[in-house]
């Protein structure tokens, strides 16, 4: 079983910036694609970005340009620095796991407002 606990979330202004982080407990997280994908009120859990075990990376079309995912194997940790934050980023975000198996994280708000 993979714990993983995601931090950094919290309340921001539009234009601001926010690093989520997510800590893996497995002695094998390079092994891991890790992912982050998010919840808004009323809509559908959605990929917001993925980066693969070989450092391959894919980004929700929404995100593009302001999102950046990676990685930290050394210490079993994703992030996700986000910048020139809107409105319609505010969402509960989530840090999943693959590898054999799918492990999710609990997720962590963020809310975009002024």
């Not at 992912?35 to 808004?40: D, E, H």
């Not at 450092?55 to 986000?82: E, H, P, W």
Request: overall charge positive.
């Amino acid at each position: 079983q993979v714990q993983l606990v995601e931090s950094g979330g919290g309340l921001v202004q539009p234009g601001g910036s926010l690093r989520l982080s997510c800590v893996a407990s497995t002695k094998i997280f390079s092994m891991y694609t890790m992912g982050w994908y998010r919840q808004a009120p009323g809509k559908q859990r959605e990929l917001v970005a993925v980066l693969s075990s070989a450092g391959s990376t894919n980004y929700a079309d929404s995100v593009k340009g302001r999102f950046t995912i990676s990685r930290d194997n050394a210490k079993n940790t994703v992030y996700l620095q986000m910048n020139s934050l809107k409105s319609e980023d505010t969402a509960v975000y989530y840090c999943k796991a693959a590898h054999l198996r799918v492990y999710w994280g609990q997720g962590t708000q963020v809310t975009v407002s002024s």
